[in-house]
């Protein structure tokens, strides 16, 4: 009973993300899903979220991809999760999906995010990646602002 009602709620999040929601219908959509479900099944949510994240960057939807990495973003930090390992990864997957979607400011501000957040949990290796990749994609950023 529990995956189908998952299943529901991501189908109607994949669906109001193609309807292309304005920033603050998800964040009202994401604080309806609070309000609702406990945080196990939030996690479930989140983790769904990533997942469709994952699949849509693999046929080249990389703006749908960042749209579902934000919330699953949005629903792990509602929950108190900002702190756990697996924030600081979807911030770095949200920056990939950024920066292939061309949105470059996006991408180095979650890189820089991700970068600082494995740093607090010593994982040097990726925080110097996401660290020299923030930056590549802040110069980016910075040069198609000029135009």
Do not use: P, W
Not at 26 to 39: H, K, P, R, W
Not at 89 to 108: D, H, M, R, V
Not at 111 to 138: Q, V
Request: aromatic share 8%; glycine share 4%; net charge negative.
């Amino acid at each position: 009973m529990k995956k189908l009602l998952v299943t529901m709620i991501i189908v109607a999040l994949n669906y109001s993300a193609f309807a292309g929601e304005s920033s603050s219908l998800v964040n009202e959509e994401v604080a309806s899903l609070i309000g609702q479900y406990d945080n196990e099944t939030l996690v479930v949510i989140s983790n769904e979220l990533v997942k469709m994240a994952n699949e849509e960057e693999g046929i080249g939807e990389f703006d749908l991809a960042s749209t579902h990495y934000d919330r699953a973003l949005k629903i792990r930090e509602a929950i108190g999760m900002q702190s756990h390992k697996s924030f600081a990864s979807i911030q770095y997957l949200a920056s990939q999906a950024y920066s292939k979607a061309g949105n470059f400011c996006e991408a180095s501000v979650y890189a820089k995010k991700a970068s600082e957040a494995f740093h607090k949990h010593g994982i040097s290796k990726y925080e110097e990646k996401a660290n020299m990749e923030a930056k590549e994609f802040a110069k980016a950023c910075a040069v198609v602002a000029s135009r």
